[in-house]
């Protein structure tokens, strides 16, 4: 039996593009969600959005830029609240996280809501006594590195 001179190299082909498709799903799985456009967060009616007494931001990773998160919180019946962060290159993840506390603190009404830091990295808002639940979006981001996701708790 005669042996196939290419085989090497095209054997050599499979396995580094084997080697780049593990690697590309390895990296795209650690941006974390992607935010919607603008146009698609605004499209969304009161009907898509969940309500809770309890939300997570959860941080993960430091900034690599200057750039901005955009939020939606929404009590349920009322009126959309947009929150705007503005965060710096070289933030870290915990930076980060109290970076959003403080501009969640200057931008919603604190009577309606408790916010604070949560092991370093998480930032948890709360209603407050008899409030009505809320939903939390986050609608955009412009800051590299930083994962955000947002949770019910």
Known sequence: MQRDPNLPTAMAKVSFMAAVSVLAATLL???????????????????????????????????????????????????????????????????????????????????????EVDDGEDVLIKKDGSEPDFAVQIISSTVKSVRLEVEME
């Open 29 to 115: 799985a650690g941006y974390g969600p992607v935010p919607p456009s603008p146009d698609e967060a605004a499209s969304r009616t009161a009907a898509d959005l969940r309500y809770s007494n309890k939300w997570r931001i959860q941080v993960s990773e430091g900034a690599n830029s200057d750039g901005k998160f955009v939020f939606h919180v929404t009590p349920e019946d009322g009126a959309t609240q947009v929150v705007t962060v503005e965060v710096d290159d070289g933030e870290s993840e915990n930076h980060v996280a109290r970076t959003i506390k403080n501009a969640l603190e200057k931008q919603l009404d604190t009577s309606a809501y408790d916010i």
